[in-house]
């Protein structure tokens, strides 16, 4: 970077030969659909549940603000000045920081193995929506076929579906089991369509967004209105945003709220940067960094009432079925009339029953029906997605349809996604010039897509899923946060702040204003220091663990 104007002052004549996006839109939806991933659909709204509801914003938005938006400004700042990936920026700023490009391309090669065998699930749920009734509704056969098989009768028939008939589980980690082929079908024909939609780079990935970026919203939407309709959806929501503000006074709200802003705009990952270097460098870098993070921002929050109105209408559900088995059970053991006992008034039937003839009640064993409990039931990742929100589909008319349509929603949500871990990884490795000129572009990026087919195999495995999880939970995170704290350490101090905000000001035509140059210097370097050593400091006191699934229990640590 350099403060006298040109078109390239450190690219060598590489910026003119660089291709660049067809229009502004194709730009932001790139980057809005790397930015916005599952993580927003299936972790932010269990935040926001489990962490004070309403409150929960408070502590997220002065993130953003303090945080998110001055990190994300820089990278996309980087990328487009000097044209070039990850790797080739940092080292043009310094050579010492060459390794903070070199990490974020080995992180992003590392999540787009498990992230794309999440997709592998998905592929594997929708192509099992095209079915009526849909498989996970109901308890297979047994091998003699004169009854249901007893370990799914002893769990829930969604629990069963994505456990054993889809990962079939071993009972640990240590027991890797067998490669599962029709998950390694689903996982090449994954790589298949990611090679295919970034074979050409942004040309290709360009062309696909349109409708991976945009078609997420338009099924979000289209659940939001349906699942505003249904019964039980006010009381999700109600459940979802009350505040409680006692929640703040958590160090772990504060952490957790952090944490997700960086993860979701997918920042030290290099994705950005890569695409951030194929604008035009008189773009207003300033104004995408803001649209492009409130946005993302805005659609965690929408896509949490889309998500909790259906899960509302899922507890109210089960919470009537609850109150019906009572019911029965009272109206069988005293002789009452049939549908004598309305839900309505079982509480007060219940009551009198209980000052009357206790003796007889307590002999009922029934259950206790509460629509907070059926309200708590929440969860997050594969969790919400396969188990719980396929639970509640099963009670939608026209099943399917839902089925697939959600299943296609977080496809291409995923899909777009993967559009930028993969330019994060081969936008750096073409900088660097790793192939002779003459090889096709297309070879480099087969060649990338066949070595990450190849390594995540280990993942369709019978253990795979806990392979998965113990990735996701300890190879990005504290990476990632160390490699943010370099990169605006290094702009701010390294490179140095005026110069940068020379550079900003040459291609934005305005110079970056007292609340940048702060949160660049100060505050956001002692931010991401804290939550670095925050999260460190938790990882060491949490033992490692995963979730293994136990039939008579669910789900067990």
């Given at each position: 970077?350099?403060?006298?104007?040109?078109?390239?002052?450190?690219?060598?004549?590489?910026?003119?030969?660089?291709?660049?996006?067809?229009?502004?839109?194709?730009?932001?939806?790139?980057?809005?659909?790397?930015?916005?991933?599952?993580?927003?659909?299936?972790?932010?709204?269990?935040?926001?549940?489990?962490?004070?509801?309403?409150?929960?914003?408070?502590?997220?938005?002065?993130?953003?603000?303090?945080?998110?938006?001055?990190?994300?400004?820089?990278?996309?700042?980087?990328?487009?000045?000097?044209?070039?990936?990850?790797?080739?920026?940092?080292?043009?700023?310094?050579?010492?920081?060459?390794?903070?490009?070199?990490?974020?391309?080995?992180?992003?090669?590392?999540?787009?193995?498990?992230?794309?065998?999440?997709?592998?699930?998905?592929?594997?749920?929708?192509?099992?929506?095209?079915?009526?009734?849909?498989?996970?509704?109901?308890?297979?056969?047994?091998?003699?076929?004169?009854?249901?098989?007893?370990?799914?009768?002893?769990?829930?028939?969604?629990?069963?579906?994505?456990?054993?008939?889809?990962?079939?589980?071993?009972?640990?980690?240590?027991?890797?089991?067998?490669?599962?082929?029709?998950?390694?079908?689903?996982?090449?024909?994954?790589?298949?369509?990611?090679?295919?939609?970034?074979?050409?780079?942004?040309?290709?990935?360009?062309?696909?967004?349109?409708?991976?970026?945009?078609?997420?919203?338009?099924?979000?939407?289209?659940?939001?209105?349906?699942?505003?309709?249904?019964?039980?959806?006010?009381?999700?929501?109600?459940?979802?945003?009350?505040?409680?503000?006692?929640?703040?006074?958590?160090?772990?709200?504060?952490?957790?709220?952090?944490?997700?802003?960086?993860?979701?705009?997918?920042?030290?990952?290099?994705?950005?940067?890569?695409?951030?270097?194929?604008?035009?460098?008189?773009?207003?870098?300033?104004?995408?960094?803001?649209t492009i993070a409130l946005v993302n921002s805005m659609t965690s929050l929408y896509a949490s009432i889309a998500v909790f109105s259906v899960l509302g209408f899922k507890a109210a559900k089960d919470h009537g079925r609850c109150l019906d088995g009572n019911i029965l059970s009272l109206i069988n053991e005293f002789d009452f009339p049939e549908h004598s006992i309305s839900r309505d008034d079982y509480a007060t039937i219940l009551t009198h029953l209980n000052s009357t003839q206790?003796?007889?009640?307590?002999?009922?064993?029934?259950?206790?029906?509460?629509?907070?409990?059926?309200?708590?039931?929440?969860?997050?990742?594969?969790?919400?997605?396969?188990?719980?929100?396929?639970?509640?589909?099963?009670?939608?008319?026209?099943?399917?349809?839902?089925?697939?349509?959600?299943?296609?929603?977080?496809?291409?949500?995923?899909?777009?996604?993967?559009?930028?871990?993969?330019?994060?990884?081969?936008?750096?490795?073409?900088?660097?010039?790793?192939?002779?000129?003459?090889?096709?572009?297309?070879?480099?990026?087969?060649?990338?897509?066949?070595?990450?087919?190849?390594?995540?195999?280990?993942?369709?495995?019978?253990?795979?899923?806990?392979?998965?999880?113990?990735?996701?939970?300890?190879?990005?995170?504290?990476?990632?946060?160390?490699?943010?704290?370099?990169?605006?350490?290094?702009?701010?101090?390294?490179?140095?702040?005026?110069?940068?905000?020379?550079?900003?000001?040459?291609?934005?035509?305005?110079?970056?204003?007292?609340?940048?140059?702060?949160?660049?210097?100060?505050?956001?370097?002692?931010?991401?220091?804290?939550?670095?050593?925050?999260?460190?400091?938790?990882?060491?006191?949490?033992?490692?663990?995963?979730?293994?699934?136990?039939?008579?229990?669910?789900?067990?640590?």
């Amino acid at each position: 970077m350099a403060c006298a104007p040109g078109p390239d002052p450190l690219g060598g004549g590489i910026g003119d030969q660089r291709p660049k996006w067809d229009s502004k839109l194709q730009y932001l939806l790139s980057c809005v659909g790397f930015a916005v991933g599952l993580g927003n659909l299936w972790r932010f709204p269990y935040l926001c549940q489990s962490h004070g509801g309403g409150a929960f914003l408070i502590p997220y938005f002065i993130a953003l603000v303090l945080e998110g938006i001055p990190l994300f400004h820089v990278e996309l700042a980087i990328g487009q000045r000097l044209r070039r990936g990850s790797v080739g920026a940092w080292m043009a700023i310094s050579p010492y920081l060459g390794g903070v490009g070199l990490g974020g391309l080995s992180v992003s090669f590392l999540i787009s193995l498990y992230y794309n065998m999440v997709l592998t699930w998905v592929l594997w749920y929708l192509l099992n929506s095209f079915q009526q009734p849909l498989p996970w509704g109901a308890c297979p056969l047994d091998v003699n076929r004169t009854g249901l098989v007893e370990e799914c009768q002893a769990t829930s028939t969604v629990s069963y579906f994505w456990y054993r008939q889809t990962l079939n589980v071993t009972a640990a980690i240590e027991d890797s089991g067998s490669v599962q082929w029709r998950l390694l079908a689903c996982l090449a024909a994954c790589w298949a369509v990611v090679y295919l939609c970034v074979i050409r780079g942004i040309e290709s990935t360009g062309k696909a967004i349109y409708f991976t970026a945009s078609f997420p919203y338009l099924v979000l939407t289209i659940f939001l209105v349906r699942g505003l309709t249904l019964p039980g959806a006010v009381e999700g929501l109600i459940y979802l945003f009350t505040p409680n503000m006692h929640t703040l006074q958590n160090p772990r709200v504060w952490l957790d709220a952090a944490t997700q802003i960086f993860f979701s705009l997918s920042l030290a990952i290099g994705g950005h940067i890569a695409f951030a270097s194929y604008n035009l460098p008189r773009n207003d870098c300033e104004k995408d960094a803001l649209t492009i993070a409130l946005v993302n921002s805005m659609t965690s929050l929408y896509a949490s009432i889309a998500v909790f109105s259906v899960l509302g209408f899922k507890a109210a559900k089960d919470h009537g079925r609850c109150l019906d088995g009572n019911i029965l059970s009272l109206i069988n053991e005293f002789d009452f009339p049939e549908h004598s006992i309305s839900r309505d008034d079982y509480a007060t039937i219940l009551t009198h029953l209980n000052s009357t003839q206790p003796e007889r009640v307590a002999r009922l064993y029934l259950e206790t029906c509460h629509l907070q409990d059926f309200l708590d039931k929440s969860a997050s990742g594969t969790g919400l997605a396969f188990i719980v929100f396929t639970e509640a589909i099963l009670h939608m008319p026209a099943s399917p349809v839902w089925a697939v349509l959600f299943f296609s929603m977080l496809f291409t949500l995923g899909l777009s996604t993967m559009f930028g871990n993969m330019e994060g990884i081969i936008t750096p490795l073409l900088d660097m010039g790793l192939l002779p000129r003459w090889v096709p572009k297309e070879v480099l990026t087969g060649a990338a897509c066949l070595a990450c087919f190849l390594s995540a195999t280990c993942f369709t495995l019978q253990s795979g899923s806990y392979w998965l999880e113990v990735f996701d939970s300890h190879v990005a995170s504290l990476n990632l946060i160390l490699f943010a704290f370099f990169e605006v350490v290094g702009v701010a101090y390294v490179y140095g702040l005026d110069r940068f905000c020379d550079d900003i000001e040459w291609m934005t035509g305005r110079r970056p204003g007292l609340y940048w140059r702060v949160t660049w210097k100060v505050i956001s370097p002692l931010l991401l220091l804290t939550i670095f050593v925050a999260y460190f400091a938790l990882l060491t006191q949490t033992p490692l663990s995963y979730k293994a699934w136990n039939p008579q229990d669910e789900e067990m640590e």
